[in-house]
C-alpha cells in the first residue's frame, strides 16, 4: 500500500501518518524529515536546503524528486509507505506515479487557513523554519501549486477528501473508510478485467 498525505502545514499529516503506520504495519515517512536532515548536513546542498526552507519556499522539482525516490529505494519501503509532503507540484506528481506503477492513494486532510494557523501558533516554535512569515509562505504555495496536484488525482479516482476539522480518532475513521473503499474498488477492477 503507497498512501499519500496531502494537507496544507498543521492540518494533522504526522499525526493521522503515525496513526495509519500502526494500523497498516508500513513505514510513515515525510518529506520535509528527510529534507531537515539534510540541512544538517555540512554539505552545500545541505545549506541550500536549509535556506530554501527557512524562506518558506519549497525545493525545486528536480531536486525533491532526486532525494524523495531514492529515498523509498530503501528495503523498508518496498511493502509500501506512508508519505506527507509530497508530491507538491503537477510534475512531481507525473513522475512520482511513474515511480510507484499509479498505485498510490492520495488523502487531502482538509482545514481552513484560520485553522492550521491556529494549531501551528499553539505548537512550540522551536524550528527555523516555522516563523509566521515562513508558515504563511507556505500556505499560500499549498494553494498556488499543490491544488493543481489535487486535480491531477482528482482525475484519477485515486483521491479522497477528508475534513481534518473533526477529532483526530474521526479525521482517521474517515481516512481508513476511504482507504478501504479505493481499495475494494480497485480489486473489483481487476477481477472483472481477469474474467
Given at each position: 500500500?503507497?498512501?499519500?498525505?496531502?494537507?496544507?502545514?498543521?492540518?494533522?499529516?504526522s499525526?493521522?501518518?503515525?496513526?495509519?503506520?500502526?494500523?497498516?504495519?508500513?513505514?510513515?515517512?515525510?518529506s520535509?524529515?528527510?529534507?531537515?536532515?539534510?540541512?544538517r548536513?555540512?554539505?552545500?546542498?545541505?545549506?541550500?536546503?536549509?535556506?530554501?526552507?527557512?524562506?518558506?519556499?519549497l525545493?525545486?522539482?528536480?531536486?525533491?524528486?532526486?532525494?524523495?525516490?531514492?529515498?523509498?529505494?530503501?528495503?523498508?519501503?518496498?511493502?509500501?509507505?506512508?508519505?506527507?509532503?509530497?508530491?507538491?507540484?503537477?510534475?512531481?506528481?507525473?513522475a512520482f506515479?511513474?515511480?510507484?506503477?499509479?498505485?498510490?492513494?492520495?488523502?487531502?486532510?482538509?482545514?481552513?487557513?484560520k485553522?492550521?494557523?491556529?494549531?501551528?501558533?499553539?505548537?512550540?516554535?522551536?524550528?527555523?523554519?516555522?516563523?509566521?512569515?515562513a508558515?504563511?509562505?507556505r500556505?499560500?504555495?499549498?494553494?498556488?501549486?499543490?491544488?493543481?496536484?489535487?486535480?491531477?488525482?482528482?482525475?484519477?479516482?485515486h483521491?479522497a477528501?477528508?475534513?481534518?476539522?473533526?477529532?483526530?480518532?474521526?479525521?482517521?475513521?474517515?481516512i481508513?473508510?476511504?482507504?478501504?473503499?479505493?481499495?475494494?474498488?480497485?480489486?473489483?477492477?481487476?477481477?472483472?478485467?481477469?474474467?
Open positions: 500500500m503507497k498512501l499519500v498525505l496531502i494537507g496544507i502545514q498543521g492540518a494533522g499529516k499525526t493521522q501518518g503515525n496513526l495509519l503506520s500502526e494500523k497498516y504495519n508500513i513505514p510513515y515517512l515525510s520535509g524529515h528527510i529534507f531537515r536532515q539534510m540541512t548536513s555540512k554539505t552545500a546542498l545541505g545549506r541550500w536546503v536549509k535556506e530554501t526552507i527557512n524562506a518558506g519556499f525545493i525545486p522539482d528536480d531536486k525533491a524528486l532526486e532525494v524523495v525516490i531514492e529515498y523509498l529505494k530503501k528495503p523498508e519501503y518496498e511493502k509500501g509507505f506512508i508519505l506527507d509532503g509530497f508530491p507538491r507540484t503537477v510534475p512531481q506528481a507525473k506515479d511513474t515511480f510507484t506503477k499509479g498505485e498510490e492513494i492520495v488523502i487531502l486532510i482538509d482545514v481552513s487557513d485553522e492550521a494557523l491556529w494549531r501551528i501558533s499553539d505548537r512550540e516554535a522551536d524550528r527555523e523554519d516555522e516563523t509566521l512569515k508558515i504563511r509562505r500556505i499560500d504555495l499549498f494553494h498556488e501549486k499543490t491544488s493543481k496536484v489535487l486535480d491531477y488525482y482528482s482525475e484519477r479516482k483521491l477528501v477528508v475534513d481534518g476539522e473533526q477529532t483526530v480518532q474521526e479525521v482517521f475513521n474517515d481508513v473508510l476511504k482507504v478501504e473503499r479505493i481499495i475494494s474498488k480497485d480489486n473489483n477492477k481487476k477481477s472483472l478485467s481477469e474474467k
